[in-house]
Every structure is written in structure tokens, then in C-alpha cells.
T-cell receptor, first 114, second 113 residues
Framework: KAGVTQTPRYLIKTRGQQVTLSCSPI?????VSWYQQTPGQGLQFLFE???????NKGNFPGRFSGRQFSNSRSEMNVSTLELGDSALYLC?????????????FGAGSRLTVL | DQQVKQNSPSLSVQEGRISILNCDYT??????FLWYKKYPAEGPTFLIS?????DKNEDGRFTVFLNKSAKHLSLHIVPSQPGDSAVYFC????????????FGQGTILTVHP
């Protein structure tokens, strides 16, 4: 069973640019969550999508957005990049079972903003 | 406002001994707790979890203890092995948070041979 796949694994952008990251969840998983990991802040929740609808949202500015497609694949977009957006962006998926919140994470997309 | 805290940034133990990683939380709404392990250049991998209706859960060498009155949980690894060296994150969720987990800052565990 394939795991959570994130692309690209590494990317470098400059301030002011925008970036789109992609996530393919485990087959059958309908929930996709995104997290930002930085050395100083740990893992912070960005948002969660379920059946193409945003179900939860973290405390990030509107520059961070996402969407989910009918096949459960998800993308997140960061516009007007800032130096502080340099981070590891992690995507996680979970099965359509209520209650337990065991997420399976991908390897992440490492974004560097210069 | 950090609702989940891991106060020890790092822990060093000898192979074969017990590793105890601690985590505190402040939000009384949390009712499910998880531990994840993370190696460099990989995503976090799920280790073990515990529901708030229990105070202990075991899985092989890993045991998680939950003290609800103290809002404290701990992960015990016995015996510790060099391959356990990684960053350990505790995370918490509430009944309606679905894919939203609140993570601690992580503890770097180093197990020396």
C-alpha cells in the first residue's frame, strides 16, 4: 500500500514568489491535513480537507491556502513568500473513521525562501 | 499559547536502559493523545496512542501513561535501542478535531550503544 506522497521534496523560491505543494494521500483516505514544521515552532497545523471541503483551519495568514480534489489529492499554496515561510511542509492523511486521529505523514516538502 | 509542551529538548540514555519522555498539556478538551517519532528527512511516524478513558497503553517496548488530573503523559521505551534515536513528538486532539493535532516541540532522544 503506497504511503502519502508529497511533491516536490525540495524547492527554493525568492521572497514575493508563490509556491504550490502537492500531496497524494493513501488510497481510501479522504482526509488530508497540512502542517508546517520549523525549528522554533515545531509542527503547526495549517488546515484540513475532507471531501473537498476545508474542515479545520489553523492560525495562519490568508497567504496560506489549500484545496482538495475529488480524488482526495490536495494542494497547498503560499503566496507572496516571506523568509519566515522557509520550513518543512508536511501532509498527512487519515481514514474516514470518526474518533481516532491517527495521521500518516508524508516525507514533506522542504521550502527555502531566499 | 502552547497547549502541548515537551519541556525537555533532549534526552540521552544508554542502550538497554529505560527512556522516559514527558509531555504536559493545558487544554481539558483533549481526549486523545499520540506519540510520533521522526527521523531526519522523513515525516513523523505514528508510534502509540492513548484515549483519555485509559491511563496506560502498551505496545511492545513502548508504553504510554496518562495522568489526567496532572494533565501529563509520558512515553516509556524499555529497553532502549540505538535505532530509537530520533525526535519524539507528543500530540493531542479533541473529539471533533479530526485531522488537527496539537503537537509539542519535540524531544531529541539519543540512545548510546
Amino acid at each position: 500500500k503506497a504511503g502519502v506522497t508529497q511533491t516536490p521534496r525540495y524547492l527554493i523560491k525568492t521572497r514575493g514568489q508563490q509556491v504550490t505543494l502537492s500531496c497524494s494521500p493513501i488510497s481510501g483516505h479522504r482526509s488530508v491535513s497540512w502542517y508546517q514544521q520549523t525549528p522554533g515552532q515545531g509542527l503547526q497545523f495549517l488546515f484540513e480537507y475532507f471531501s473537498e471541503t476545508q474542515r479545520n483551519k489553523g492560525n495562519f495568514p490568508g497567504r496560506f491556502s489549500g484545496r482538495q480534489f475529488s480524488n482526495s489529492r490536495s494542494e497547498m499554496n503560499v503566496s507572496t513568500l516571506e523568509l519566515g515561510d522557509s520550513a518543512l511542509y508536511l501532509c498527512a492523511s487519515s481514514p474516514p473513521i470518526s474518533g481516532a486521529n491517527v495521521l500518516t505523514f508524508g516525507a514533506g516538502s522542504r521550502l527555502t525562501v531566499l | 499559547d502552547q497547549q502541548v509542551k515537551q519541556n525537555s529538548p533532549s534526552l540521552s540514555v544508554q542502550e538497554g536502559r529505560i527512556s522516559i519522555l514527558n509531555c504536559d498539556y493545558t487544554n481539558s478538551m483533549f481526549d486523545y493523545f499520540l506519540w510520533y517519532k521522526k527521523y531526519p528527512a522523513e515525516g513523523p511516524t505514528f508510534l502509540i496512542s492513548i484515549s483519555s478513558i485509559k491511563d496506560k497503553n502498551e505496545d511492545g517496548r513502548f508504553t504510554v501513561f496518562l495522568n489526567k488530573s496532572a494533565k501529563h503523559l509520558s512515553l516509556h521505551i524499555v529497553p532502549s535501542q540505538p535505532g530509537d534515536s530520533a525526535v519524539y513528538f507528543c500530540a493531542a486532539s479533541s473529539g471533533t478535531s479530526y485531522g488537527k493535532l496539537t503537537f509539542g516541540q519535540g524531544t531529541i532522544l539519543t540512545v548510546h550503544p
